[in-house]
Nanobody, 128 residues
């Protein structure tokens, strides 16, 4: 499964942005826990948000209340709505996924070393 993220860009602090992630043609996200990670220059890649097959959500503390992850299985797409953006949100954002038989679990998406699929990133730059 190849994941493709899109929607990044240059915005000002306080603005909003929505990222999208879709798999390659012929693949489906229905059996996957989906998530978003980000990596700022000089820093490790970090977890941002995850969503289970049954729409349970999990967020990093740094984005709680500002970001919202969602999925539309019919459109085979995962979204990350980012509101009240801050300069410290500047990073390359990556879509990621993990195969799961469970409808409920979302925690496994937080283990970046155990994920099954990664997408190419999309740059988000927030100016002050």
């Amino acid at each position: 499964v190849q994941l493709q993220a899109s929607g990044g860009g240059l915005v000002q602090a306080g603005d909003s942005l929505r990222l999208s992630c879709a798999p390659s043609e012929g693949s489906t996200i229905g059996t996957l826990i989906m998530g978003w990670y980000r990596q700022a220059p000089g820093k490790e890649r970090e977890f941002v948000a995850g969503i289970s097959r049954s729409y349970a959500k999990n967020y990093a503390d740094s984005v709680k209340g500002r970001f919202d992850i969602s999925r539309d299985n019919a459109k085979n797409t995962v979204y990350l709505q980012m509101n009240s953006l801050k300069p410290e949100d500047t990073a390359v954002y990556y879509c990621a996924a993990k195969r799961s038989r469970s409808l409920l679990e979302v925690a496994p998406i937080r283990d970046r070393n155990a994920l099954d699929y990664w997408g190419k990133g999309t740059q988000v730059t927030v100016s002050s």
